[in-house]
């Protein structure tokens, strides 16, 4: 699906390719990727395939973002992942490798070409058997799926973003957690001036008043928020 968001470099590859999408500078994004746990093989392999031959490549979320992704599926003892938002896998693949070996993601995405990245990648990968991939509208594929789910990733069109909060969060287990990218719109949600930035500011409000959640707002690459369903 069309995302937007920010890249991941992998250690050979240098933060500045995407510092004008970053919170922070370069030599910041490069001190924090050198100081955070590597990526697996897989994970380079489809991040070098993807900024090789994707125009759309800058669509990743970055290494540190990664990192998380697996720590908060660690740390919540995670079996069943929602991810809205596949691209060429790079995400998934980071959750995966957080899940029991029995656990389940499920990543929803319409594009063919992108994720057939992301199969031949996971195939090579012993978490890839964990990996589930529903092609199609992100709002009919959630339509027929049913919780509970211990954590949701959502980093898709950021206008749908709305509607995907209001479709996933009922299925969520009570203490599981909501993360979305992209929140910050490039920072610009403080003073909207457009409007991707006015509606993702009216998202955030949302997630804010929303009496389910508890929800925390990191600066990390393009913001992303992460929310305890109570």
């Known amino acids: 699906m069309p995302r937007g968001d920010s890249t991941g470099p992998s250690p050979s590859a240098s933060s500045a390719d995407d510092g004008a999408l970053s919170l922070v500078g370069s030599s910041v994004n490069t001190y924090c990727d050198a100081h955070t746990v590597p990526q697996s093989d897989a994970m380079r392999a489809i991040y070098e395939e993807t900024r090789a031959n994707e125009e759309m490549w800058i669509m990743m979320i970055g290494a540190v973002e990664a990192a998380l992704l697996r720590l908060m599926v660690q740390l ?4 069943r992942v929602l991810e809205v938002g596949t691209f060429t896998g790079y995400s998934a693949m980071a959750m995966a490798e957080g899940l029991p070996d029995d656990g389940e993601l499920i990543t929803l995405d319409i594009s063919e070409q992108w994720t057939a ?26 339509g027929t799926l049913e919780g509970p789910f211990d954590v949701a990733f959502v980093d898709a069109d950021k206008s749908g973003y709305p509607g995907y909060w209001d479709a996933i969060v009922p299925m969520m287990r009570q203490g599981g957690l909501v993360i979305c990218d992209n929140v910050l719109a490039g920072g610009r949600v403080a ?5 991707r930035a006015e509606s993702m500011h009216a998202f ?7 009496a ?9 690459r393009d913001g992303v928020s992460i929310s305890r369903v109570v």
């Open 76 to 79: 919540g003892g995670a079996k």
């Open 117 to 142: 990245i992301a199969k031949k990648h996971w195939a090579t990968s012993p978490h890839g058997k964990k990996i589930r991939l529903m092609l199609g509208p992100a709002a009919e594929s959630l």
């Open 191 to 195: 003073a909207p001036d457009g409007e």
């Open 204 to 210: 955030n409000e949302k997630v804010a008043s929303d």
């Open 212 to 220: 389910r959640v508890q929800p925390i707002m990191l600066p990390i």
